[in-house]
């Protein structure tokens, strides 16, 4: 167990509508990031969130947003789905230069 | 931009071998070299992680090595054991920068054998 927990854990959403997906980082960890991983690939960074700002965005559209809340937990929210958002979200939380921790994903499949 | 290659894509021994999966990556700036194993349907899950102080790092039967003149890493896994087999990714990042983003690889379906 990493400390790091996700809901929902599977979710199936249609073209065109908007999905929340929440994580709760490990004790004490004040940086949260967001990765999509589309089956087959590898995970891709979505952005990063520390102390309730983003300070760093991959290559995603403005669809793509979140917000950290004082508790240092996270809401990722994606608006428009499209049917290649369909991927396995992962949350990471991090302390400073330590170890990145992983949560058991949510799997979002967009019909 | 940055990158990761990782290689091979897939890689089948017999139970007892060692395995080895290479990467190289792009950004010099790189300092923090995970390695995480994904189970089919599962989270990636830490196995080891080496920082750029130091060359070569070891876990029971698991080393990493990392080559920052060359930009590479290698994952060794000896003694292979059928649960070893799952999907292995590498990854890089600058620990301590504006953005701990991970840079991963494309993974490598490794196959034990029994």
């Known amino acids: 167990e990493t400390g790091v927990t996700q809901s929902p854990t599977h979710l199936i959403k249609t073209r065109g509508q908007q999905v929340t997906l929440r994580c709760s980082s490990q004790?004490?960890?004040?940086?949260v990031s967001w990765y999509q991983q589309a089956l087959g690939q590898g995970p891709q960074f979505i952005f990063q969130y520390y102390r309730e700002e983003e300070n760093g965005r991959g290559n995603f559209p403005p669809r793509f947003s979140g917000l950290q809340f004082p508790n240092y937990s996270s809401e990722l929210n994606v608006n428009a789905l499209e049917l290649d958002d369909s991927a396995l979200y992962l949350c990471?939380?991090?302390?400073?230069?330590?170890?990145?921790?992983f949560g058991e994903g949510s799997w979002l499949t967009v019909v | 931009g940055e990158n990761v290659e990782q290689h091979p894509s897939t890689l089948s021994v017999q139970e007892g071998d060692s395995a080895v999966i290479k990467c190289t990556y792009s950004d010099s700036a790189s300092n923090y070299f995970p390695w995480y194993k994904q189970e089919l349907g599962k989270r990636p899950q830490l196995i080891i992680d080496?920082?750029?102080?130091?060359g070569e790092k070891k876990d029971q039967r698991i080393a990493v090595t990392l080559n920052k003149t060359a930009k590479h890493f290698s994952l060794h896994i000896t003694e292979t054991q059928p649960e070893d087999s799952a999907v292995y990714f590498c990854?890089?990042?600058?620990?301590?920068?504006?953005?701990?983003?991970?840079?991963f690889g494309t993974g490598t379906l490794l196959a034990v054998q029994p």
């Open positions: 004790s004490g960890h004040n940086t």
């Open positions: 080496i920082r750029s102080n130091v």
């Open positions: 990854a890089a990042s600058k620990a301590g920068g504006a953005t701990n983003k991970l840079i």
């Open positions: 990471a939380s991090s302390w400073g230069e330590n170890t990145i921790y």
